[in-house]
């Protein structure tokens, strides 16, 4: 059905347009864009009344995990999405550590199968880097690429050894793949749950230092010039890491980073009375940290907002701290986190919009991201000021692990349109 | 002086000194029990006390049981492995089956730090925390200071050295919590590689400012008290330190060291002692030792725990 | 049952039972009887008071029954003082202020002529609980009971042996021995509740 979203404010940074009006949709693409185009629609066009709504490219979450094959009981693709959609994500990038891990054709193949049939939302597979994510030899990089993988990644773990790395890198340049790195230099980190500090220390909780983080982004980086490969640095969460990916980009090298919004809205206070719903990794810093990353997002050096969505069941939070999986769910809390920072002044609403669809779309190349005639109909309408409380009850994810359960939020999706049809709409646009 | 505020008993971190002196005077009337010639009294009557004792300690569970059936309390000991996926059960499963059975107080120790605010959360009974991993043990900072106050009259203005392991030391941090809240100068010593990041900030508010060292000399001198810490053997030989000649020969309490605190200073030890390690046996044996003070002066402090615990609802009826 | 004193400042004062020179005659009249009536004992009678003000109490009959100025004055009695905190019936209903004092018997109470010295004698328990903390300690070969005041309302088959006065009072009536030891003037008064 053709779509005529009225009366929204339309922002598109792509095409540097802030401005009220329609959005028209035909056919799954955007058709046109004005003020007052929704009286000359044909009846057979639902009008949807967007007034005080923001109208944007479709969000797109760069790190997402479905835990779908394998761990279905946490998460599948179907659950995912819907939650992605409510969250107002037209796409999410799937990482590989499933249950086989996505390192063959076969399960990039059966991810895209399941979410033809049953997703939300767009699902664009990211392939592993290593057999296994066991960080010793390479995937088949180029027949996940072929099989539809958007990128490259051992999320979860990193690739500890630089050797490796610098041939991965290679290799993935080759196939024209970002490679995405989960920074943690494991002997650092030494299976600390907390970040290294007061809080730590009070808590006599063993923790790790943001060194492990940025020590192998240093690296990393030494090998990004050596090689001249795309690379993304995954969640970034530490002040000294910014100031690499600072220095790096002066260089002008290839490299980009993503952020959470939990780790720009929290500080590693969260885990202080062993809350494990705050157990996420890398950890939750301290002030400093959270002022740095915002700093960088303010002015370009994260370049883009991801969710790092990490669904676990209670059996695996509802334990002592040290023993809890990492991880907390973030697609459906995303966009009032990052509304805040609109509120506070740090972000201006077109910057929040690049870092939440321009950007990512153009760090792994995907369609989307701009609302341009032609481009596919992927539209979020935000209620920037809907007041809401994050209740276990609302949540579509399969898991309610967020340290954000109780709060009150404010901002939220109201439609979320991928390819012209409804992901997610609120009660009062259902028909 | 009313009725204990709290009701559980986690650590020191969240103690006033009010709540301290009361606990440190009851102490001191629950140690006449051990001198009378039947050393009970009916008061914990009918009560049940459990000690989940989820990591190893023969002597802390001892201390507790007695503590218990000293007050006419029954006790129950239950050991094993930490919990979760060793076994099969959740702490949380053990925990709530044993509720199910209507204690009165569940003492706990486990090797993680936050098992026991995590109980105390979840279960009826009353938790009284005795060592959660590295974080907090608050009846050893209880009887640490009882011993303190006994010998030198007073808390307030003493220089206090604790000295050894500090990132893995539960009975660090409760004293440093407790000794600070009740007026001593608290200063810690250790190896580098044993002193966790922010130490100072942990008496923010407290009391007076923590003094921090990585040579235990400068902690020693004119020392009031100094409390050594046990080295963990495990912990030897790793990247955290080289050997036990080394920690001995740099970190160890030996006679000439000792001699730089104060003349009628004490030296105090958790248990158990390494002699030779972390102190040589002649300050272990020698005069200025209070260590088997400590010890039972631990039962007379779990005694006045138990009873402010176990002793029905807090202020009015 | 359970009985909660009444804070302070709920109570106001109706009367004055015994001024300081009626307390002194009672507690020298007390000793003159306690010492008639173990006139046959070779032995120096125990008196054991209840803390806190029956320990007091027990200390000046001591010193009333070894003045070399008495006639009757006889061997010098021992003292000890009992704590009864921890042997109470009703030590977990929200008494405001459960301090624990020691318990001293100092040379033993095996054998022994036990006197229990109490300042108010009310519903019994706290006699009760005396006696069980006696047993802890030994085998007396008697207890005999001392009080100040008695204001009736017995819950416990238990009877004094020594009184210094007796009044009748009413459950919303209570009855307070002050005492120069603790600070106050000498006086026993009755209260009642506020209403």
Redesign the interface.
Known sequence: MDLCIRGGRVIDPARNLDAEGDLLIEKGVIAGFGAGLAAGVSKSTRVLDVRGSWVVPGLIDLHTHLREPGQEYKEDIATGTRAAAAGGFTAVCAMPNTLPPNDTRAVTELILRRAATVGAVRVYPVGAISKGLKGESLAEIGELREAGCVAISDDGRPVMNAELMRRALEYARTFDLPLVQHCEDLTLSDGGSMNEGPVATRAGIKAQPAAAESSMVARDIELVALTGARYHVAHVSSAESVRLVREAKRRGLPVTCEVTPHHLSLTDQACAHYDTAAKCNPPLRGAADVDALREGLRDGTIDAIATDHAPHSSVEKDVEFEQAAFGMIGLETALPLALDLVRTGLLTPAMLVTRLSAAPAGIFRLPGGRLGEGQPADVTVIDPEAAWTCDAKSFLSRSRNSPFLGRALRGRATLTIVGGKLAFSEERYRE | ???FPHRHLLGT?TLTAEDLTMLLD?GE??L?IAQ???K????LRGKTVINLFLEPSTRTRTSFEIAAKR?SADAINISGAA???VKGE???DTARNLDAMAPDVVVLR?A????A??LAGRISARVVNAG?????HPTQALLDCSTIRAHKGRLAGLEVAICGDITHS?VA?SNIFALTALGAHVRVAGPRTLL????P??VEGLGAPLGVHDRIEPAIEGADVIMMLRIQKERIGTGLFPNTREYSRYFGLNDRRLALAKPDAIVMHPGPINRGVEIEPSVADGPQAVILDQVSRGVAIRMAVL?LLA???T??? | MVRIPPPDSNLIERREILDQAGIARALRRMAYEMIERNADSHRPLYLVGVRTGGAFLAQRLVALMSDPKESHAGPTPLLGAVDITLYRDDVFHGLPKPEIGPTELPSGIEGQTIILVDDVLYTGRTIRAAMDVLADYGRPRSVQLAALVDRGRRELPIQPDYVGIQVQTTETESVRVMLKERGEPDRVVLRERRS
């Open positions: 002086m009313s009725l971190e009851l009337r629950f006449e009378r010639p039947i009970k009294v009916p008061t007050l919990s979760s996926t959740t702490l949380l486990h993680q730090a936050g098992a605010e995590m959660d991993g590295a974080h907090e539960r941090r966790p990041p922010g130490l900030e942990m009873y002793g029905g609802e202020g009015e009826n």
